[in-house]
Structures are given as C-alpha cells and as structure tokens.
C-alpha cells in the first residue's frame, strides 16, 4: 500500500503509482528493504513516486533530479523522514549521468532502476503564476527552471513568424500553425504578448470556429508546442534515455510515464532500439556481443484505469513503457570506444 494521499498533500497525486512499484521493484529488492539498491527519480517533482518507493523499500537509496527549485523544495520536505538517503539535485534529467556521479556512483552500470515522469506537472499548473495553464490569465512564463533565459513570451515576441509556425506544427501539431503565426505577428506589432489570457483571446480568433468545436480546447496544442521549446523538451529527452539505460547494470530497470504523443514516440524508439538485436537478419545465428541489451516490460504502452483516472484526471493521458538490461553494460562501453 504506497503512501499517495500523503503525496496529494504535497500538490502531486503520482500516476501509476502502483504499476511503477511493480514494474521496478523487481531491481531494486535483492534485500527485501531495498538496502544497498540506488534508483533515480529523473523527475523527482513533489516527490509522490519516490515517497512511494520509500514506504515500500524502506532502506532503498533514491537520487532525486528536477529542473524546477520549488519542487526540489517540496520533495525535500515531502522526503525528509528518510533523511540521507535521499540525494536531490538541481538539474536537467539529459544530466543524470553527471549527477549520479556527483553522488559517489559510476555513471555505468551502478544504478538498479530510473524512473522519468514526464511532461509538466500538476504542482506546475497549479501555481497560476508560472503560465503553464491556458485555463487562468498569467504571465506568459512557462519555464520549468526560472533560471532559464528563454520566455514563452519571448518565442511570440521576437521569433520570426515561420520560426513561431515551425515550433506551433512540430511541437504542438497545430494544424493551423501559419494561420495562428500571422495572426501573433499582426497583432504584436501594436500590443506585445505579456499574458496568457492575451494569447487564448487570439487563438479563439485565429483558428476557425469549427476547428474550436472539436478536439478539445483550441489553446491545448499552442501552450503545448511553447512549453516544449521554452524548455527544449523533446531534445533533452532524447539525450536523457540512453545516459539512464547506461546506467543500469544487468536486471537494472526504467520506467518511463509520457503524457504526449511526441514524447511517447521518442520513448518507444528509444527502447525499441535498445531491445533489438544488431545481428544482421540474414544471418542464422547470433554474432557475439550482438544480442538485444535490453528486453520490454510492457506490451505497448499501458495506461491508467478507470478509476485511477477518475481520482485522478491527469492519468487520463498516461503512457507507461519499461524495459530491463539483459546484457551487461560493459558492451555499450566496447561498443562506444570502437
């Protein structure tokens, strides 16, 4: 029974809690409180996930990452009673090879399980004044680490109009991506994007009315595409995979909950390669050294159930896909140094 009303205190009900516990358990228990097994919560946030784990396996040795100083703020007290085996660190998950190794472990094969909850979170949307949510009127922020330079409001403000449209359709798949690019540059000639509720009141304008009647809320993929080029998501993610597969050693595990279409994609490329064999098809056996290093835990992606999603709405989008090392680590390092 894992510790998720507490975590709800905390502004973050984790999703998939269970199934999580579950899929990564399995490595991290070679003593039944975990003692001696290190996982990386690569996007510790509140801290729900790693809470969870902790009640569970109450010697286990958790790194927390988050790019965001308030979560980190809150993880901490939410993680207190476990005192120092809990390591949280400021950063980037694509830096989570540097910060296990800050921690006193080798950044190949040292870790037994990683867990990435992606996308932002519901702590994020809920502090009005970050500019996450099109729901509410609030500066047009959107950056996970305030430390950053880079403002969604500088995006509408200063890019180029076929810029603005290229980040709209690749980010966002906004199909109407130039019309809405047109209409920024219009109207930011006379009046500078500061709010979000600005911006909401031009998409209720750019984008037909039909189009607005379907689909769900016409600010949904516009906020989206911004979010991930104020915080360079996508690539950070594709950096981030392969140093957390690295990291595992044999029967090491990594859990993976994406909540957009555009990150689940990069996760199943990522473990589909990691879980398929380099042996050239036409040959009848397999070439030493060549065999798949990883294998799936899951068959597709899952997703949450009814009523994990009626208790909590932002499960509604889950996609959760996890995958083991069967082969030692040591052959993505020969395979690296050739």
């Not at 029967?251 to 398929?276: M, P």
């Amino acid at each position: 029974m894992t510790d998720t009303g507490a975590a709800a205190d905390f502004g973050h009900l984790p999703v998939l809690a269970e199934r999580c516990l579950e899929l990564l358990t399995p490595a991290l228990s070679d003593q039944p409180d975990g003692r001696g097994a290190v996982l990386v919560d690569a996007t510790v946030g509140a801290g729900g996930h790693a809470a969870a784990f902790l009640t569970a396996l109450p010697q286990l040795r958790v790194i927390g990452l988050d790019r965001d100083p308030s979560a980190l703020q809150i993880a901490a007290d939410r993680l207190a009673p476990w005192g120092e085996q809990v390591a949280l660190i400021h950063t980037r998950y694509d830096g989570i090879a540097d910060a296990v190794r800050g921690c006193g472990f080798a950044a190949h094969g040292s870790v037994r399980a990683v867990l990435f909850d992606l996308g932002v979170s519901s702590m994020q949307l809920d502090r009005v004044q970050r500019g996450f949510s099109y729901a509410q009127d609030a500066p047009l922020d959107m950056r996970m680490d305030p430390g950053l330079p880079l403002t969604a409001a500088d995006i509408l403000n200063d890019y180029q109009r076929d810029e603005i449209a290229d980040i709209l359709h690749r980010y966002g798949e906004e199909k109407f991506a130039r019309r809405i690019a047109d209409h920024i540059v219009r109207q930011r000639k006379s009046t500078p994007f500061r709010s979000s509720g600005q911006l909401v009141e031009l998409l209720y304008e750019a984008i037909p009315a039909p189009a607005r009647r379907s689909g769900g809320h016409p600010a949904k993929r516009t906020f989206q595409a911004l979010r991930i080029a104020v915080n360079d998501e996508l690539e950070v993610l594709r950096r981030a995979l392969p140093a957390a597969l690295n990291l595992l050693g044999v029967a090491g595990r990594c859990a993976v909950l994406a909540y957009q279409s555009l990150e689940d994609r990069i996760v199943k490329q990522v473990f589909t390669a990691a879980s398929a064999s380099r042996t050239p098809v036409d040959l009848p056996v397999e070439l030493p050294g060549h065999g798949a290093e990883f294998r799936s835990l899951t068959r597709g992606a899952e997703r949450a159930g009814p009523d994990e999603i009626e208790s909590n709405p932002r499960s509604a989008a889950v996609r959760l896909r996890a995958v083991q090392r069967i082969a030692p680590p040591q052959q993505v390092m020969r395979r690296g140094e050739q």
